[in-house]
C-alpha cells in the first residue's frame, strides 16, 4: 500500500501544480509559514504508516513539536517529514472549493476558502473552477482504499515510536 499512497501524493502534486500556478500572485506560504498546522490532525492509517516507514528514525529519537502545533513541525515551523506530507498538507493554502447541501432547505450550491493569509486578491467567486482545489475526488480514492476509515492522530506516531522503543528487551549485564 506504501506504493499506492506515493503515487496518490505525486497525483495530487501534479493536480495541484496548476493551481498553485494560477494563484502564484495571492498565494504567501512558504518555508516556516505554519499556521495551518494544527495540532490534533487525523490522517488515514495509510497516510500513517507511509510517515512512519520513511520516518522511523525521527519518531524513535526525536521529540514532536510541542502540543499547539503540528507534532511534524521543527523549531522554526518547518516540516520534518515534507516529502512524505499527508494529503491534507499538500493541499493547504489553495483556493479550495466543494460542494455543499443546505440542511433547511436541502439546496446544493458550492463553497469555497482559503488561508486568511492568502486572501489578498481577486475573489474566490470569481476564480474559474480549475483556479481552486476541488474537494472530494481524491478524499474518496484515500476512503476506498481504507475501507475501515480508520484514522491516525499524527502525534500519537512518536507515542506509537517511544512505546515501542521501550519494549525492546536488553541482555542482562552482570
Known amino acids: 500500500m506504501s506504493a499506492w499512497i506515493e503515487k496518490l ?39 500513517a504508516a507511509n510517515i512512519a516507514r520513511h520516518h522511523a528514525e525521527l519518531l524513535a529519537s526525536e521529540e514532536p513539536h510541542p502540543e499547539g502545533a503540528c507534532a511534524f513541525l521543527d523549531r522554526a515551523g518547518r516540516c520534518r517529514v515534507y516529502a512524505h506530507r499527508p494529503y491534507v498538507c499538500r493541499t493547504q493554502g489553495l483556493p479550495l472549493r466543494w460542494i455543499e447541501e443546505d440542511e433547511d432547505s436541502g ?53 506509537a515510536a517511544s512505546s515501542a522503543a521501550s519494549k525492546r528487551r536488553l541482555p542482562v549485564v552482570e
Do not use: M
Not at 25 to 43: K, M, P, Q, W, Y
Not at 131 to 155: H, K, M, T, Y
Open 9 to 47: 501524493h505525486a497525483a495530487v502534486d501534479e493536480v495541484a501544480a496548476p493551481v498553485l500556478l494560477a494563484n502564484r500572485a495571492r498565494l504567501t506560504c512558504g518555508e516556516g509559514c505554519s499556521d495551518c498546522c494544527t495540532d490534533g490532525l487525523t490522517v488515514f492509517a495509510l497516510e
Open 107 to 159: 439546496e446544493v450550491y458550492e463553497a469555497r476558502d482559503i488561508c486568511p493569509k492568502n486572501a489578498a486578491g481577486p475573489p474566490l467567486e470569481e476564480l474559474a473552477a480549475d483556479d481552486c482545489w476541488s474537494i472530494g475526488p481524491f478524499e474518496e480514492r484515500l476512503a476506498r482504499a481504507q475501507a475501515n476509515g480508520e484514522r491516525v492522530a499524527l502525534r500519537s506516531l512518536f507515542a
